[in-house]
């Protein structure tokens, strides 16, 4: 897919402007996803939560992330980008304030609901920004490691961290982290949306609906299965007869491969060999959820799992930058939010529902979530076939 002919290329400067943005409001956005193993605890001991509205709950959040992407087709392209950054930071700061405070369940589902919307706002302006840059890859690997990092942490510091404290003060040390994300908000080109507005109006490469379709179905299919996989890790493992403390090992020498390989594909960046990249990521996805069938052992269970999160954190950046080179000046970006929220709602209840269906077994989940790798993977490459550069 063609650039836009008479849009700038961003300069150097812009690149590392946008990469530092990228950086910083990944890794402290995302934190409030990542703490739910912390935070869950605390809220059932401060509120006196069910199950079901502690789920609920995480849900919520997860369900504002990808809503964002609604309201965003109308203010992306009209609003200076630092603006917008700066609002939506100041509501995630005084959503998190408030959490802080709250002392009915009802009022915090509400503050919670809207200040993952904010979050969401801003994670479609890192998406589209990401693909702005003259190393999509590179900006989404960097999208993807500082994720990963922040979540390592999280796993690692929390809990101790506040062992002793209540709910209140993991909200409290969010809005914290959210203010510190303020000071990188002018390292970005707020007008680079509105300045292609114009050129798009003159110059316009139109995107192919298939390709669209095939794109964004890619990204749904690939969250959905990796999603439902990783959720049931340590149950695959407990069923085949391993100790606990032997799987969390595995899980966070898996975490690490993770790490590992997004740094690899962010260190790359746009390469001549992203299709093949690609394909080799998505085999290797797809034989690492092969080798999860019939319960396995400790050594093959511990080698799907690496190599499933080594394959899945590899292959996403050069995903989202296919997706990328479809923009054409339209909001494609913004729509491949909706999809992750949407994979990663329905990967966990659709592989929960067929685990239950089938009496505690594995198969039906496994089987359908290779079938998702394989569909994800189809459709990659129909995005991918001729492509121009």
């Known amino acids: 897919m063609t650039r836009l002919l008479n849009t700038p290329m961003p300069t150097r400067a812009s690149d590392r402007g946008t990469y530092t943005y990228v950086a910083v409001y990944s890794a402290v956005l995302y ?16 509120f006196g939560l069910t199950p079901v509205q502690l789920g609920g709950l995480f849900s919520l959040e997860l369900g504002a992330f990808s809503l964002a992407t609604v309201p965003a087709y109308l203010w992306l392209r009209r609003i200076n980008l630092r603006t917008a950054s700066y609002l939506f930071t100041a509501v995630v700061i005084a959503g998190n304030v408030l959490s ?54 999280i796993l690692a510091v929390f809990p101790a961290l506040f062992a002793g404290a209540g709910v209140s003060a993991i909200y409290w040390t969010l809005a914290g982290l959210g203010i510190a ?16 507005v114009p050129a798009a109006a003159a110059v316009r490469t139109k995107v192919p609906l298939g ?25 695959i493992s407990a069923a085949a007869g391993t100790e606990l403390s032997a799987t969390s090992l595995v899980l966070s020498v898996a975490t690490v491969a993770g790490i590992a390989s997004a740094l690899v594909a962010t260190v790359l960046g746009d390469t001549p060999r992203r299709r093949l990249y690609l394909i080799a990521g998505y085999l290797g996805m797809a034989a690492s959820v092969a080798l999860l069938f019939g319960a396995p052992g400790l050594l093959q269970f511990a080698v799907a799992a690496v190599i ?8 996403l950046p050069y995903l989202l930058s296919t997706l990328s080179d479809l923009s054409g000046g339209g909001h494609v970006m913004n729509t ?14 659709l592989s929960g529902a067929l685990i239950q269906s089938g009496g505690g077994s594995f198969t039906g989940m496994l ?16 995005v991918q076939k001729r492509r121009a550069v």
């Open 31 to 46: 934190t409030v996803l990542l703490i739910a193993p912390v935070v869950a605890g605390k809220l059932i001991q401060q």
């Open 100 to 153: 802080g405070f709250v002392d009915s369940f009802p009022l915090l589902v509400a503050v919670r609901f809207v200040t993952s919307l904010a979050a969401g706002s801003i994670t479609v302006i890192l998406l589209t920004l990401s693909g702005k840059t003259s190393n999509p890859s590179r900006a989404f690997g960097i999208f993807v490691v500082f994720q990963l990092a922040m979540g390592a942490l």
């Open 367 to 382: 089987a359908l979530s290779l079938a998702g790798v394989l569909a994800s993977f189809a459709c990659m490459l129909l």
């Open 181 to 196: 994300c303020l000071a990188v908000v002018n390292r970005i080109d707020g007008e680079v949306l509105r300045r292609e």
């Open 336 to 349: 491949t939010n909706l999809m992750i929220g949407g994979g990663f709602a329905v990967g966990p209840v």
């Open 211 to 235: 390709k669209f379709v095939a794109g964004l179905a890619a990204v749904f299919l690939f969250y959905v299965a990796l999603s439902g996989v990783w959720s049931f890790m340590a149950q």
């Open 308 to 315: 499933f999160k080594f394959a899945w954190t590899f292959i």
